[in-house]
């Protein structure tokens, strides 16, 4: 899975979302038992870089709605910083509600933020 996610890391780095999207849906496909929050974290954090706001937010949702057991993935902080930072650089205040409540409904631990 390593290789994976360097490789759609790459991708990102070169601007090629569309290979790297390629890449994530076959891992995907070939593993589907187990969802790949990293590289859902390395695509959000992207589409934060780029300003596609929309597609990081799906992103996030996707991730959050694989979530079967309360010990499952939860987003990096280095994710919800990510996210802190888009909203701050766009003056969003409505952003940082938005990023709550989807984040709230798996019962995030907020205390930190």
Not at 26 to 47: D, G, H, Q, T, V
Not at 83 to 105: P, W
């Amino acid at each position: 899975m390593r290789l994976v996610s360097d490789c759609v890391a790459a991708y990102l780095k070169q601007n090629t979302v569309e290979e790297a999207a390629l890449v994530f849906e076959e891992a995907r496909r070939r593993r589907s038992k187990e969802p790949l929050f990293s590289i859902k974290e390395k695509l959000m954090s992207y589409f934060l870089e780029i300003h596609e706001l929309d597609d990081a937010v799906r992103h996030l949702e996707v991730a959050f709605s694989e979530v079967k057991g309360d010990d499952e993935w939860r987003p990096s902080v280095q994710i919800v910083w990510d996210f802190l930072e888009y909203y701050e650089e766009e003056m969003n205040v409505d952003g940082h509600d938005e990023l709550y409540k989807i984040t709230k409904a798996i019962s995030f631990d907020h205390a930190w933020i």
